[in-house]
């Protein structure tokens, strides 16, 4: 047993899950288990606006039927509210954070004016609100909804050329340039999912993130704020997604068969995981 190893699976109980979840929850649990470690499981509930209980109580369902069990107890963000304000306030005394109070048309409106590049939330905010008056900011920020974004000139600047390593991609350098400056208090929650993830990693103990490569993009955001907070960098892992027959992503969002309609109708999950685990799971990595 190699206690030092631990892994998480860290759903958004924002939907039921479906065959991708099964695999991604699958990859970090064989992960996890076949080098001995432990495999932890964090509900990342911090949306409060999209989270339901209900689905809560279908991911652990899920989990359970398929037999991919967890180490401990369930770990929920809401339950750690305290720890994401208090890193805001770091990152605020630091002066890296700064209001923004564009909205989704006024920033429509910027990207379709200029750049249409990409960053790991979307288009790349133009920096509008960047170098507004912090008095007149501040002024406003008491009737007006903002988000706070992070400065990544000012982050970057701090921290100086940062790397992190990806059992599967090999060694990433930070590219300041495709990141942005993004959204790390959201308009209407209190903390983002880059640095609740980030803190929790680090509270958790998580010794390797294995996740889908739809977060591979993040990664750069979560290995800037380990080194402006002081936080370990684990190793990460980010498998290949599961698509389906059209070539697209098996989402919440889309048709895909929920586990919790294949668990009601009868079916095996545990001979489900084997499938995938026999059938679909890449050839050419090795969890060993
Ligand atoms: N909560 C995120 C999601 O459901 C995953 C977070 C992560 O693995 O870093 O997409």
Redo the contacts with the bound molecule.
Sequence with gaps: MNRDIVVRF???PNGLLHLGHAYAAMVAHDFARKRGGRFLLRI?DIDSGRSRSEFVEAILADLQWLGLLWDGDVIFQSDRWDSYAAAVERLKSMDLLYRCFCTRTSMRQVQEDGSQAEGPDGPIYAGTCRHLDTALAEQRGLTEPHSWRLDLAKAIARTGSLEWLDERHGKQVIDAEKLGDVVIVPKDTPVA?HLA?TLDDARDGITH?V?GDD?FASTDIHRLLQALLDLPTPTYFHHPLLIDESGAKLSKSRDSASLSVLRMAGHDGYELVQQLRRDIFPVGISLS
């Design positions: 860290a759903p958004s990342e999912y993830v993130v996740r977060l």
